[in-house]
């Protein structure tokens, strides 16, 4: 059993949609809408993988990244600027 | 205030036109006057002198009461019936008849007077009325000048809300309408027979909904540009993948510029010729870009209003592109126009200076 990927980004259909897309191929999916809720999800997780949005409502994608780059150092994630999902980086 | 920078030059225009009318019949009086001295003066003087002596008097004759058996017309002042007369279309300009007397007997003098000797009296009121017209003149333009102020600033915040606006509905769109495309992908990949020629119809809705999205919030951003310098074949190279048919006509300069919005410009200007005729040639040089096309040139009717946004002739058009760009030349400090190919088609042309 593999990790879960953690999608954040505020827009519900593109949220919904990214998770439709990785829940299709197979992976486990967590969604969070903010930066907190990822915050939260991590203490309670752990994951293989953090695709988030750049603008949020509370920070931004770069926070997220620092924040996990702290908390959990071994994870890879990306940043999708403004909403637009970026190519999804090989799983670990 | 306006209605008072308006009456206020009309009524010095009245008032000079009254004061010219009133001195030119001032006129009148001067010179009949000056007739009725000179005359005085031929009852004493030999007509030499008073000739030598006048300056405004320009021909003089005199008639005796024998001369009126062979001029009639004289006869009237030797009878005593009249006593002097004035004839304003003599070629002289002023001509008057006065009878004088002299220790020999009645006699008439035909006097030619000149008659800007009587110039003096209006020349001033005549500068006012110049006067008058003129400040007439500039309050009507200023005050024209003004109007159109108002109404150009009054559009101009018109379309910047309007650009607001878009910007705003743009963004607000563009999230929704991405996921809305990214679903439709999902049940396209997965859909079999007419479901699937449905899908793909509903994508190429999307797309057009997608390039509207970006149109609006192109023309709705000021542009700033990042200048730098390129050589054109750096330009070539972006712009050919998108227009392979095209024939370009360039060789090669260096040129200072924003890179992505003279593309986008320029992408521009080739897609609507692509799509007017099936003939593109791009022309390129320092100061000059040209895209012509053989399709069927520019309606007269649409002309004045080329560079408006919302203005298409397309059945599928947004109506922004040539807005966009003219916002896009015009922050690379260029201008952009369009005229009529000949013998058809359309010619865009994009403009710099290079010094």
């Known amino acids: 059993m593999i990790n879960p990927i953690l999608v954040v ?63 959990a150092p071994k994870l890879p994630s990306s940043s999708s600027p403004a909403s637009v999902p970026s190519p999804l980086p090989s799983m670990p | 205030m306006a209605g008072l920078l308006l009456v206020l030059p009309l009524v010095l225009l009245v008032n000079a036109l009254l004061m010219l009318r009133e001195l030119e019949q001032a006129r009148g009086a001067f010179l009949r006057n000056k007739a009725a001295e000179i005359a005085a003066r031929l009852e004493q003087l030999p007509i030499q002198q008073v000739t030598e002596e006048e300056p405004a008097l320009l021909d003089v004759r005199t008639y005796g009461p024998s001369d009126s058996a ?40 035909r006097l030619d007077l000149n008659p800007k000797a009587a110039d003096f009296l209006t020349a001033r009121p005549r500068q006012n009325l110049y006067l008058s017209i003129a400040v007439a003149l500039m309050m009507g333009a200023l005050m024209a000048y003004a109007v159109w102020a108002r109404e150009k600033q009054a559009r101009l915040a018109r379309l910047a809300e309007l650009g607001q606006m878009s910007a705003v509905l743009a963004h607000e769109i563009r999230n929704p309408l991405g996921a809305l495309k990214g679903f439709l992908q999902l049940a396209q990949e997965r ?24 149109d609006l919030l192109a023309y709705a951003r000021a542009p700033q540009p990042k200048w730098r310098v390129i050589s054109w074949r750096e330009m070539e190279i972006r712009l050919r993948p998108h227009a392979p048919l095209v024939a370009f006509h360039a060789a090669d300069f260096q040129l200072r510029t924003d890179p992505d919005m003279l593309e986008q410009a320029v992408l521009n200007l080739l897609r609507n010729a692509i799509e007017a005729g099936d003939q593109v040639s791009l022309h390129a040089e320092p100061g000059l870009i040209r895209v012509t096309d053989n399709g069927p040139g520019i309606p007269p009717e649409l002309r004045p209003k080329l560079f408006q946004p919302f203005v298409t002739t397309k059945a599928q058009g947004t109506g922004l592109g040539l807005a966009i760009v003219r916002n896009l030349v015009r922050a690379l400090n260029g201008n952009v126009q369009l005229t009529n190919a000949r013998p058809t088609g359309a010619c865009a042309e994009i403009r710099w200076s290079t010094k």
């Open chain 1, 9 to 71: 980004d505020d827009d519900p259909g593109f949220r919904k949609l990214l998770e439709t897309i990785l829940a299709g191929e197979g992976y486990p999916v967590e969604t969070a809408a903010k930066v907190a809720d990822a915050r939260r999800l991590c203490s309670s997780h752990s994951f293989s993988l953090v695709i988030s949005d750049l603008k949020l409502p509370d920070g931004d994608g770069l926070d997220v990244q620092k924040w996990f780059a702290e908390h």
């Open chain 2, 70 to 109: 062979a001029e009639p017309s004289i006869r009237p002042f030797f009878n005593g019936q009249e006593l002097f007369r004035l004839e304003e279309s003599s070629p002289s300009g002023f001509r008057a008849w006065v009878p004088y007397h002299t220790p020999a007997g009645a006699r008439l003098a």
């Open chain 2, 191 to 214: 859909a079999t027979g007419d479901t699937r020629i449905w899908l793909d119809t509903s994508l190429e809705q999307t797309g057009r909904l997608e390039q509207l999205v970006k």
